[in-house]
């Protein structure tokens, strides 16, 4: 993969985060909150582009994150399992069963970026995928308590249970196994930005909430 590539990609990634950031701070959040699927979508793709995900094996693998991502939630929004009880708001576009699409979308997303961060950070498989659900865990803790102003989902007498984090943590460190035994190398540069660009962004609003 070109460097050229990389560099553009992870350009407009922060782009569209850092506009993001300080257009909502500024006063702008209904405006931002209404591109939020097409700035998850802008990220899929320019990973897409970027990790070659449409190659056969990594599709493949892709899709298994797609779906599992989607089965879980579609069960934790019908059975209030295994993350607690829950529903989904409006702003992440449209839904299967209650579900969106999108949601589907940034399981596969994380799975993937954190599986690349882990990889480099260590060659131990058990390492490697307690670090990279770690990570996906970290990531939720600054998203969930802003999760209803974004209108994203929102939690049962707005209380965010722990089997919520417990369940991503034990959930993600399945999909994990299954990337560190199959998925290729992925571009780590890429990755390692999209992770930090989101971790900023929302850490942006857990310390200065926007509503």
């Known amino acids: 993969m070109s460097n050229t590539r990389t560099n553009v990609a992870i350009a407009i990634l922060w782009l569209f985060h850092l506009s993001g950031i300080i257009g909502m701070l500024l006063g702008y ?15 899929l793709m320019l990973l897409a582009w970027v990790g070659d995900l449409l190659s056969n094996r990594k599709a493949v693998l892709a899709s298994i994150f797609f779906v599992s991502g989607m089965l879980v ?8 399992v295994p993350f607690g009880e829950y529903y989904y708001g409006e702003s992440l576009g449209t839904k299967l069963d209650g579900v969106p699409f999108l949601i589907g979308g940034n399981w596969a997303m994380l799975v993937i970026i954190t599986g690349c961060i882990s990889s480099r950070i260590s060659g131990n498989f058990l390492v490697k995928v307690l670090l990279g659900a770690g990570l996906m865990v970290l990531l939720d803790l600054f998203i969930e308590p802003n999760a209803a102003n974004f209108d ?4 049962e007498n707005e209380t965010i249970p722990l089997s919520n984090y417990i369940a991503w943590f034990v959930i993600s460190a399945l999909l994990h196994c299954i990337y560190q035994k199959n998925m290729p190398k992925q571009n780590f540069r890429f990755c390692l930005h999209l992770y930090l660009a989101q971790l900023a962004f929302f850490t942006s609003f857990y310390v200065y909430p926007f509503l």
């Not at 939630?73 to 209030?80: D, Q």
């Open 29 to 43: 959040s209904e405006w931002f909150l209404s591109k939020t699927p097409l700035n998850l979508i802008i990220c």
């Open 152 to 155: 994203f989902w929102f939690w």
């Open 73 to 80: 939630e579609w069960v934790g929004v019908k059975f209030a």
